[in-house]
């Protein structure tokens, strides 16, 4: 068993002043494997502290001098990419299938933001004046649990790239990933204060750094009602506040799509991380003169895809992170039986024979309305519904009746075509006939799936201020 007791403040592995310790589990086990003391409001005021010392010297260095750093910081992550990979599939519950690349992203992701910084410049001229793009100072920021080293890196990478410090609240059910990510980061050689973390609850850490009045900026990563508590708390001290929040995705199956093709992809686009993805494409829509055609495919594949041991390599949706995410995904597969809408696969409980572990039956729902629960929230599982339309002009309206925007995907035999829908939908990211994936282009919502863009050009001017510098002639 793991226990891990320390945080990292202004460069050192210090004890926290908080007292609390959490278990962390595996969850195909439901056993503890690790226990973590929580950091509290002291903590996160000393790292603030520390934070905002370094900003001071660290604001001011150069380009070259940080792309220094982020090297180093990508060697020292390459080189724990084993221990990453078995933390990320004991601790999630990843398939090994895909806990290699989760492990590979972190490292990536610093590097995309070491691109954004080698090609931005900083200083541009406007007739005869200058733009100055300065960093905004100490950046809070806020991860979730279900990508825990990717934002992580992909955060403060970009933040260090704009000339900020930074202090990390990352989820406490991640904590031995944290503790890997960590301990690189420190063999990387930041100087002192420029990376705080402070592994804690987000109702007493997260609060403190959402209201203290020396973190000028706030990035977070997670739930929709979360992200609208963070923008009050920093309203006060007019944060600069960046959010990228939950998704109920549609999935726009075209009339002239190949269902061959579109079946296997709206299976990867709903059960991409064991369904916990914010945008995840759990709103399946279909033509209503193909539905059938559609059922008969989508519930075989379905019904042969394997839920269970992470370490099995056939294994394409693991356990749950936790057992309060496990007995919410159950209530929301029964308030879609409640409601009237037809279970083509899956449905509550476990797998055949699984006894023990968080792990959901992939199951897919057909006679879906879009105003039934399962279609209005996210539910942050291997949960899908099919939604039938008449026409194209009501798939759109399908699609843009939702509160959320944060990505969506078409599947059309025409890719002109295909576009077409996609510049119709309101969604910060629209995919077209496959899981393309472009760390470069930024990402963030519509609507209440957030404020702001993280990733390339945009992702770094949001830790940054433009200032006019004109002289008179």
Same mark, same amino acid.
């Given at each position: 068993?793991?226990?891990?007791?320390?945080?990292?403040?202004?460069?050192?592995?210090?004890?926290?002043?908080?007292?609390?310790?959490?278990?962390?589990?595996? #969850?195909?086990?439901?056993?503890?494997?690790?226990?973590?003391?929580?950091?509290?409001?002291?903590?996160?005021?000393?790292?603030?502290?520390?934070?905002?010392?370094?900003?001071?010297?660290?604001?001011?260095?150069?380009?070259?001098?940080?792309?220094?750093?982020?090297?180093?910081?990508?060697?020292?992550?390459?080189?724990?990419?084993?221990?990453? !990979?078995?933390?990320?599939?004991?601790?999630?519950?990843?398939?090994?299938?895909?806990?290699?690349?989760?492990?590979?992203?972190?490292?990536?992701?610093?590097?995309?933001?070491?691109?954004?910084?080698?090609?931005?410049?900083?200083?541009?001229?406007?007739?005869?004046?200058?733009? &100055?793009?300065?960093?905004?100072?100490?950046?809070?920021?806020?991860?979730?649990?279900?990508?825990?080293?990717?934002?992580?890196?992909?955060?403060?990478?970009?933040?260090?790239?704009?000339?900020?410090?930074?202090?990390?609240?990352?989820?406490?059910?991640?904590?031995?990933?944290?503790?890997?990510?960590?301990?690189?980061?420190?063999?990387?050689?930041?100087?002192?204060? &420029?990376?705080?973390?402070?592994?804690?609850?987000?109702?007493?850490?997260?609060?403190?750094?959402?209201?203290? #009045?020396?973190?000028?900026?706030?990035?977070?990563?997670?739930?929709?009602?979360?992200?609208?508590?963070?923008?009050?708390?920093?309203?006060?001290?007019?944060?600069?506040?960046?959010?990228? /929040?939950?998704?109920?995705?549609?999935?726009? &199956?075209?009339?002239?799509?190949?269902?061959?093709?579109?079946?296997?992809?709206? /299976?990867?686009?709903?059960?991409?991380?064991?369904?916990?993805?914010?945008?995840?494409?759990?709103?399946?829509?279909?033509?209503?003169?193909?539905?059938?055609?559609?059922?008969?495919?989508?519930?075989?594949?379905?019904?042969?895809?394997?839920?269970?041991? #992470?370490?099995?390599?056939?294994?394409?949706?693991?356990?749950?992170?936790?057992?309060?995410?496990?007995?919410?995904?159950?209530?929301?597969?029964?308030?879609?039986?409640?409601?009237?809408?037809?279970?083509?696969?899956?449905?509550?409980?476990?797998?055949?024979?699984?006894?023990?572990?968080?792990?959901?039956?992939?199951?897919?729902?057909?006679?879906?309305?879009?105003?039934?629960?399962?279609?209005?929230?996210?539910?942050?599982?291997?949960?899908?519904?099919?939604?039938?339309?008449?026409?194209?002009?009501?798939?759109?309206?399908?699609?843009?009746?939702?509160? !959320?925007?944060?990505?969506? !995907?078409?599947?059309?035999?025409?890719?002109?075509?295909?576009?077409?829908?996609?510049?119709?939908?309101?969604?910060?990211?629209?995919?077209?006939?496959?899981?393309?994936?472009?760390?470069?282009? #930024?990402?963030?919502?519509?609507?209440?799936?957030?404020?702001?863009?993280?990733?390339?050009?945009?992702?770094?001017?949001? !830790?940054?201020?433009?200032?006019?510098?004109?002289?008179?002639?």
């Amino acid at each position: 068993m793991q226990q891990i007791d320390k945080i990292y403040i202004d460069g050192e592995f210090a004890t926290p002043h908080g007292e609390e310790m959490f278990d962390l589990f595996n #969850p195909a086990t439901e056993q503890v494997i690790g226990r973590v003391r929580l950091a509290d409001e002291d903590d996160a005021n000393r790292a603030v502290a520390a934070a905002r010392r370094a900003f001071a010297s660290f604001s001011r260095t150069s380009k070259s001098e940080r792309l220094d750093l982020l090297q180093s910081m990508i060697r020292a992550l390459e080189a724990r990419e084993d221990d990453l !990979y078995e933390a990320i599939v004991d601790e999630y519950g990843s398939p090994v299938s895909r806990a290699r690349l989760m492990a590979k992203y972190a490292p990536v992701a610093i590097g995309e933001a070491a691109k954004v910084l080698r090609q931005y410049d900083f200083t541009q001229r406007i007739n005869a004046s200058e733009l &100055v793009m300065q960093p905004v100072g100490v950046a809070g920021i806020i991860t979730p649990w279900n990508a825990n080293a990717l934002f992580i890196c992909n955060k403060f990478a970009t933040a260090l790239a704009a000339g900020c410090t930074a202090v990390i609240k990352p989820s406490e059910m991640s904590a031995i990933q944290t503790q890997i990510v960590t301990e690189a980061l420190h063999e990387a050689g930041l100087p002192a204060g &420029v990376l705080n973390i402070v592994t804690g609850r987000g109702e007493v850490v997260g609060a403190t750094i959402s209201a203290h #009045p020396d973190i000028a900026k706030i990035s977070f990563t997670g739930s929709t009602a979360v992200g609208k508590t963070i923008w009050r708390a920093g309203a006060d001290t007019l944060k600069r506040i960046t959010l990228e /929040l939950g998704g109920k995705s549609p999935f726009i &199956v075209l009339d002239d799509a190949n269902f061959a093709e579109a079946v296997p992809f709206a /299976l990867q686009a709903g059960f991409v991380n064991n369904g916990q993805a914010c945008g995840a494409g759990t709103r399946i829509l279909v033509p209503q003169s193909r539905v059938k055609e559609f059922e008969a495919l989508i519930g075989t594949a379905a019904g042969n895809i394997r839920s269970g041991d #992470p370490r099995d390599p056939a294994t394409v949706i693991g356990p749950l992170v936790s057992e309060k995410q496990w007995n919410r995904v159950q209530r929301y597969i029964r308030v879609g039986i409640d409601e009237g809408a037809r279970l083509l696969t899956g449905g509550e409980g476990r797998p055949d024979g699984h006894q023990s572990g968080w792990f959901v039956r992939p199951t897919v729902f057909t006679d879906v309305r879009n105003d039934m629960t399962i279609a209005r929230e996210e539910i942050f599982g291997p949960v899908l519904s099919i939604i039938t339309y008449r026409d194209l002009e009501e798939a759109i309206a399908i699609a843009n009746d939702t509160t !959320y925007g944060l990505q969506a !995907y078409v599947v059309s035999a025409d890719p002109a075509r295909a576009r077409e829908v996609a510049a119709r939908i309101d969604a910060g990211r629209v995919l077209i006939n496959g899981l393309a994936q472009d760390l470069a282009v #930024p990402f963030g919502g519509f609507k209440q799936s957030g404020i702001g863009r993280e990733l390339g050009t945009l992702g770094i001017e949001a !830790y940054l201020e433009p200032k006019g510098v004109m002289t008179a002639v």
